[in-house]
């Protein structure tokens, strides 16, 4: 398939040379990047309007700076990342994070709540040879960030759109709405209201196509809090209709627990009277 996502057939004059695009990786899985190699094998037709001059992910090439575009997957962990997320900011004409870890801290930012020094003894054999912050953090905390792409992974056909449109000079066409239109949109039967199940899908945005709603899973908050957000309200309807506050603190402390929304909802959960936090 040549053609680019959603339609957009290249229409428009093509740029007179192509966007010199780097990508990086902090802490992180590598999923996001991966998702941008899927992009470029189902519509290779980006290949005419961007030219990725290093990605180590997929090729051993590496050309200096300055870059069109810097790609970002991952959090910033070490005090190495925070160096290292200042150079490329320097180097980047326009700073694209991507996935949950660039944009929140991601999975990792768990240990934001507890102490890295107990988490690195725990798991390594020599601890006091590692270097750690206390933190995972989102990379727009560390650097000036241009636009984020949110996902755990990120969307293949989002990550496509948004690289057209910055090669094109459109805004790129990032859904606002909730994971609860996408569930209507595919006639996803809700599992909250049907099977009393905790979901986070009425506060995060869309992107994933309602995945897990769509297996009878509770939407897990991948995308991040949408828009409109009131996860207060939320938790208190799932707590007045039986889910204990022990279920509903790890579901909004997870993929994107740093996110301020939902941060801020773990912090008031954990710190209200009654049933003890975990």
């Not at 190495?80 to 991601?106: M, P």
């Not at 992974?153 to 990032?174: E, F, I, K, M, S």
């Not at 506060?203 to 309602?210: N, P, R």
């Not at 509770?218 to 204990?244: D, R």
Request: glycine letters at 10%; aromatic letters at 6%.
């Amino acid at each position: 398939m040549s053609t680019l996502p959603d339609g957009d057939h290249g229409a428009g004059p093509v740029p007179a040379r192509r966007l010199r695009v780097a990508v990086w990786k902090f802490a992180s899985c590598d999923g996001c990047q991966l998702q941008l190699l899927d992009a470029v094998g189902r519509w290779p037709a980006l290949l005419g309007r961007i030219e990725f001059v290093q990605f180590l992910e997929a090729s051993s090439r590496v050309e200096p700076g300055p870059y069109d575009v810097g790609i970002v997957e991952g959090s910033v962990s070490t005090p190495q990342d925070v160096v290292r997320i200042r150079e490329v900011r320097r180097q980047c004409r326009f700073l694209l994070t991507i996935g949950a870890c660039a944009t929140s801290g991601g999975i990792q930012a768990l240990r934001n709540w507890g102490r890295v020094e107990d988490f690195v003894a725990a798991v390594y054999a020599s601890p006091d040879t590692i270097e750690a912050l206390a933190t995972s953090t989102g990379i727009a905390e560390h650097v000036p960030v241009d636009f984020e792409l949110r996902g755990c992974p990120v969307d293949t056909a989002q990550l496509a759109d948004v690289l057209v449109a910055l090669a094109t000079g459109r805004t790129p066409r990032v859904p606002s709405t909730s994971v609860c239109a996408e569930c209507k949109a595919a006639g996803v039967v809700c599992v909250a209201v049907t099977r009393g199940i905790p979901c986070l899908g009425p506060v995060t945005q869309a992107g994933c196509g309602a995945l897990c709603p769509a297996h009878g899973r509770e939407c897990f908050g991948c995308f991040g809090p949408a828009e409109a957000t009131n996860l207060p309200a939320l938790s208190a309807h799932y707590e007045a209709t039986g889910t204990p506050r022990g279920r509903l603190l790890p579901l909004v402390r997870g993929i994107c627990g740093w996110a301020p929304a939902f941060r801020a909802e773990a912090e008031r959960l954990a710190d209200a009277p009654g049933e003890p936090a975990p």
